[in-house]
């Protein structure tokens, strides 16, 4: 009975956003085989974020059911399910508007209907897979994985080398769907960076994003990029704060957010960062393991001395009794008798 009923323990255990998402892909995946053998699917607007549910074939679906469930079990314990469900269709649904936005762009140089309009397929979960690998580097980045037991890399490498595949097959012609990996990396920087909301961390009631400078945009490039880099994003910083596109930083967050040069507000807020991930591993280790009652000693206290025996006195003789001196008003006078 204990065999059987493992399975359903495993899957109570599993966060709701994550088990309904695991299902739905798997769902959507058989449907969309059922129907591409039996005829076509038209194009709906909300495939914009249901396309993440649907693997076309059967070596996409087994990696994302390997590597998908896990990734977002970890997101749901720590963020919670509303921001987890949040972060999902952000990074979806965002991601394929711009791929479909830039297919038409190539529609317009080159007139090929066919190919751009409707011989593209974005599917699958390329996208959300990429945006879970860049919020394990706000997360953990210096954590450190191996990748089938021989490969070794830290978690902050992962993303631009899933990058650079992406790159690499994107010019060898497969843009679909390798190019929404370019996308969806982009479209979770953003949001972690921005727009996630934040509840009662370290600066004092709500915040948003993740303004650190180890989290900065130039920090995923190498260092000889990072000046043309850093004035390009300083100026669609700024117009975007003009036009109230992003959420206004607080005066505890650091100013100058693509700056090199470390401030005084950017250091605050890292001390902080630091003190709340401090406090935060001596609350978890407090819970783990309850304080121990202190262990009393007992006083040392020097043990009594007994008194020292007092040496016997010898007996005093009794002063003889000496009649009382006569009273005389002269001299006195020895007399001395001859024999």
């Known amino acids: 009975m204990a ?32 129907l591409r053998w039996n005829g076509t699917v038209l194009f709906y607007p909300w495939t914009f974020v249901t396309s993440v549910l649907v693997e076309t074939t059967i070596f996409e679906l087994i990696l994302s059911l390997i590597c998908v469930p896990p990734s977002l079990k970890y997101l749901e314990r720590l963020w919670g399910s509303v921001e987890t469900l949040k972060f999902i269709a952000v990074s979806v649904g965002f991601s394929n508007v ?13 007139k090929d209907a066919d190919l751009f309009l409707y011989g593209m397929e974005y599917h699958g979960q390329m996208a959300l897979q990429i945006a879970i690998l860049v919020a394990f580097t706000q997360i953990i980045p210096e954590h450190q994985i191996q990748v089938f037991g021989v490969i070794k890399a830290r978690v902050k490498t992962l993303p631009m080398a899933y990058l650079t595949i992406s790159t690499v097959m ?18 979770g920087w953003i949001y972690l960076r921005f727009y996630k909301k934040n509840t009662g961390d370290s600066t004092g009631g709500d915040s948003y994003g993740d303004r650190s400078e180890t989290f ?17 994003a300083n100026f669609v910083h700024s117009l975007a704060t003009r036009l109230h596109l992003i959420p206004a930083a607080s005066a505890d967050v650091e100013s100058g957010l693509y700056s090199q040069v470390p401030g005084s507000a950017r250091a605050e807020a890292e001390r902080r960062r630091a003190m709340a991930l401090k406090a935060l591993d001596q609350r978890l280790a ?9 262990l009393r000693l007992p006083r040392y206290r020097e043990p009594r001395r007994p008194p020292l025996p007092r040496a016997p006195t010898a007996p005093q003789c009794p002063r003889p009794h000496l009649p009382p ?9 020895w007399a001395v008798r001859a024999k």
């Open 3 to 34: 065999i059987l009923s493992s399975p359903l323990v495993f899957i109570a255990s599993i966060p709701p956003v994550t088990r309904g998402f695991t299902v739905a892909t798997l769902v959507s995946s058989l449907l969309y085989a059922w």
């Open 325 to 333: 001196r006569a009273q005389t008003s002269g001299p006195r006078v």
């Open 286 to 294: 407090n819970t783990a393991t309850p304080p121990r009652p202190a």
């Open 98 to 110: 711009i791929a479909v936005g830039f297919n038409w762009i190539e529609f317009i140089f080159t």
């Open 170 to 187: 994107t010019f060898l012609g497969f843009q679909c769907p390798w190019i929404i990996i370019q996308f969806g990396w982009f479209v």
């Open 216 to 232: 900065s945009l130039i920090s995923w490039f190498p260092p000889f990029v990072h000046y043309p880099l850093g004035l390009l």
